[in-house]
Nanobody, 124 residues
Framework: QLQLVESGGGLVQAGGSLRLSCAAS????????MGWFRQAPGKEREFVAA????????YYTDSAKGRFTISRDNAKNTVYLQMNSLKPEDTAVYYC?????????????????WGQGTQVTVSS
């Protein structure tokens, strides 16, 4: 079991930055993959970024490449999503997700554990 708690959301102007944090507690392993998803009003939840808990490698959706960076601090059991050059279309609830299946991917069904979400609002 993994418990995930997000923080760091808020209101920011277009072009600004935010860093989201996801504190993980419970059992992680070399097969754990951490991901970020987002859900805008009236839209499906969509993949943003992912990385393994204990090895190298990152995976981003096209809209996040070059603007968002996923990283981790294993000592703090925390995964981050640094978001730069934010746009109004980035407005959404951002969710941290995790899986112990060892597959780095973007499908929602791949992830078994979810946080409660944190709201990010980007004003124009």
């Amino acid at each position: 079991q993994l418990q995930l708690v997000e923080s760091g959301g808020g209101l920011v102007q277009a072009g600004g930055s935010l860093r989201l944090s996801c504190a993980a507690s419970g059992r992680t392993s070399s097969s754990t993959i951490m991901g970020w998803f987002r859900q805008a009003p009236g839209k499906e939840r969509e993949f943003v970024a992912a990385m393994p808990w204990s090895t190298l490698g990152t995976y981003y959706t096209d809209s996040a490449k070059g603007r968002f960076t996923i990283s981790r601090d294993n000592a703090k059991n925390t995964v981050y999503l640094q978001m730069n050059s934010l746009k109004p279309e980035d407005t959404a609830v951002y969710y941290c997700a995790a899986t112990n299946r060892g597959r780095l991917g973007s499908a929602r069904g791949l992830y078994d554990y979810w946080g409660q979400g944190t709201q990010v609002t980007v004003s124009s």
